[in-house]
T-cell receptor, first 112, second 118 residues
Framework: DQQVKQNSPSLSVQEGRISILNCDYT??????FLWYKKYPAEGPTFLIS?????DKNEDGRFTVFLNKSAKHLSLHIVPSQPGDSAVYFC???????????FGTGTSLTVIP | DAGVTQSPTHLIKTRGQHVTLRCSPI?????VSWYQQVLGQGPQFIFQ???????GRGNFPDRFSARQFPNYSSELNVNALLLGDSALYLC?????????????????FGPGTRLTVL
């Protein structure tokens, strides 16, 4: 049973434009949400996180928005750069932090 | 600073064999988690160990086992391999587990071990 879902397997965006990656979850007990970026032949790299007490967290070009009532989060990348091309995974955990549930990933291609 | 290291990088086994995968966490990290990533899917949680004790287990059969050593390194063992065990096995380390500050739970991943079962 997939508790974290990324319904868009791929996304293409022009360089300089905004990339919006979406993630939905089903478990209302999730307290902590993360985005990871993965290049081929490498492990996922932590990008940005948000706890359930916030609805927005920003780090440079990356902003994560959390809508708890809709059980939805999104990652905005502005402006998008060709180096952002990678697979992006969202993940969630409860307040024990001992198990993370990952989505299936969205492959982002930023076109120069 | 060295990141999370895993060995071997690639492994080929046949059905029914046993495999041991190894992971060394980032220095100072006491928690190690193991994930299985099948092609086209996200990582699936297998185990978490903290201070040498199992603290979490995902929905995997008893053929999967793990342990953590006093130096916080970890091994994942899989017995009686099946074709469906072919995957990328990822290890992640974090400072702590279940800490009040969520930043302690942020996981740093190794490059993974690619296991192919023939």
């Amino acid at each position: 049973d997939q508790q974290v879902k990324q319904n868009s397997p791929s996304l293409s965006v022009q360089e300089g434009r905004i990339s919006i990656l979406n993630c939905d979850y089903t478990n209302s007990m999730f307290d902590y949400f993360l985005w990871y970026k993965k290049y081929p032949a490498e492990g996922p790299t932590f990008l940005i996180s948000i706890s359930s007490i916030k609805d927005k967290n920003e780090d440079g070009r990356f902003t994560v928005f959390l809508n708890k009532s809709a059980k939805h989060l999104s990652l905005h990348i502005v402006p998008s750069q060709p180096g952002d091309s990678a697979v992006y995974f969202c993940a969630a955990s409860g307040n024990t932090g001992n198990q993370f549930y990952f989505g299936t990933g969205t492959s982002l291609t930023v076109i120069p | 600073d060295a990141g999370v290291t895993q060995s071997p990088t690639h492994l080929i086994k046949t059905r029914g064999q046993h495999v041991t995968l190894r992971c060394s966490p980032i220095s100072g990290h006491k928690s190690v988690s193991w994930y299985q990533q099948v092609l086209g899917q996200g990582p699936q949680f297998i185990f978490q160990y903290y201070e040498k004790e199992e603290r979490g287990r995902g929905n995997f059969p008893d053929r999967f086992s793990a342990r953590q050593f006093p130096n916080y390194s970890s091994e994942l063992n899989v017995n009686a391999l099946l074709l469906g065990d072919s995957a990328l096995y990822l290890c992640a380390s974090s400072l702590a587990q279940g800490a009040y500050s969520f930043s302690y739970n942020e996981q740093f991943f190794g490059p993974g071990t690619r296991l192919t079962v023939l």
